[in-house]
């Protein structure tokens, strides 16, 4: 059998054979059993993600598991990945005296590559309040904020290109792992929204920075020229400037899915 792209030819000495083409149902069945594989190996990969960490790894973040950087770094190394952290950071300060640091990062396992981001700033519950009081942003330390944004960039990458994301509570307790630190936020009209999770701070979108760079690396991924913009819509955003900055790693995971996607098609 001699294989040439999609066809498969059968070469018979003194005989002329037509290729037989694969067909879309054969692609299809193909790219479901990689993604059956694929299910059973992020699985596989939460268990053994949960075996080597403990309870100091964890925060529980409203209700919500959160991997910290000690942890990420253990799963990271017991699976190979290797990261390069921008040193620079990107500071954004607003009138009122609050500010936030956004980490980039490459991160890589074998072959494949992406690109995460990690947030922090100081109207996180983190920083903001102690013991139930507010604390005012000339009294954060800025280092702490920034130590914080760049462990935060280092579980993202993590947790992203190993397919890990949202564990629960539950998939915790069965292994017996109860996060060691939580973090209460805010409720009702003083709610100021979850730290890089969502729309926090309220009201802040997207930099310009790093809108630039989701169209950059959607143009990387070689997505179709609306493929983007139409993600946006469906996400209830008319444009890149409304999205939150909380959210900006999501559209970033999204583009690293379509760019896999579009690769396996090709296998």
Same mark, same amino acid.
């Given at each position: 059998?001699v !294989?040439? =792209?999609? $066809?498969? #030819?059968?070469?018979?000495? /003194?005989?002329?054979?037509?290729?037989?083409?694969?067909?879309?149902? +054969?692609?299809?069945?193909?790219?479901?059993?990689?993604?059956e594989?694929?299910?059973?190996?992020?699985?596989?990969?939460?268990?053994?993600?949960?075996k080597?960490?403990?309870?100091?790894?964890?925060?529980?973040?409203?209700?919500?598991?959160?991997?910290? !950087?000690? =942890?990420? $770094?253990? #799963?990271?190394?017991?699976? /190979?990945?290797?990261?390069?952290?921008?040193?620079?950071?990107v500071? +954004?300060?607003?009138?009122?005296?609050?500010?936030?640091?956004?980490?980039?990062?490459?991160?890589?396992?074998?072959?494949?590559?992406?690109?995460?981001?990690?947030?922090?700033?100081?109207?996180?519950?983190?920083?903001?309040?102690?013991?139930?009081?507010?604390?005012?942003p000339?009294?954060?330390?800025?280092?702490?904020?920034?130590?914080?944004?760049?462990?935060n960039?280092?579980?993202?990458g993590?947790?992203?290109?190993?397919?890990?994301?949202?564990?629960?509570?539950?998939?915790l307790?069965?292994?017996?792992i109860?996060?060691?630190?939580?973090?209460?936020?805010?409720?009702?009209?003083?709610?100021?929204?979850?730290?890089a999770?969502?729309?926090?701070?309220?009201?802040?979108?997207?930099?310009?920075?790093?809108?630039?760079?989701?169209?950059?690396k959607?143009?990387?991924?070689?997505?179709?020229?609306?493929?983007?913009k139409?993600?946006?819509?469906?996400?209830?955003?008319?444009?890149?400037?409304?999205?939150?900055?909380?959210?900006?790693?999501?559209?970033?995971?999204?583009?690293?899915?379509?760019?896999?996607?579009?690769?396996?098609?090709?296998?």
């Amino acid at each position: 059998m001699v !294989g040439k =792209g999609k $066809e498969i #030819v059968k070469a018979v000495e /003194g005989e002329v054979v037509t290729p037989v083409l694969l067909t879309s149902a +054969d692609t299809i069945i193909e790219v479901a059993k990689k993604a059956e594989l694929r299910v059973e190996a992020v699985k596989k990969i939460k268990q053994l993600a949960l075996k080597i960490t403990n309870n100091n790894d964890w925060v529980d973040e409203g209700g919500k598991p959160y991997l910290q !950087g000690s =942890g990420a $770094e253990k #799963v990271g190394r017991l699976f /190979g990945v290797n990261w390069r952290i921008n040193p620079e950071p990107v500071l +954004d300060t607003a009138p009122d005296g609050h500010f936030q640091f956004t980490y980039e990062g490459t991160f890589t396992v074998g072959l494949e590559s992406i690109t995460a981001i990690g947030i922090r700033g100081s109207r996180s519950p983190w920083f903001s309040r102690s013991k139930g009081v507010d604390i005012p942003p000339e009294q954060i330390d800025k280092a702490n904020v920034m130590k914080s944004a760049h462990t935060n960039c280092i579980a993202n990458g993590v947790c992203r290109i190993l397919g890990i994301r949202g564990f629960t509570m539950e998939e915790l307790a069965e292994v017996n792992i109860h996060p060691g630190g939580k973090v209460e936020f805010k409720t009702g009209k003083e709610s100021k929204g979850k730290d890089a999770g969502g729309d926090y701070p309220p009201g802040k979108k997207a930099s310009d920075k790093q809108i630039g760079f989701m169209k950059h690396k959607a143009k990387d991924a070689k997505l179709p020229e609306d493929a983007l913009k139409n993600h946006l819509l469906v996400l209830g955003y008319q444009s890149e400037k409304d999205v939150p900055m909380g959210k900006v790693n999501d559209i970033l995971a999204w583009i690293s899915d379509k760019e896999k996607e579009a690769k396996d098609s090709l296998v």
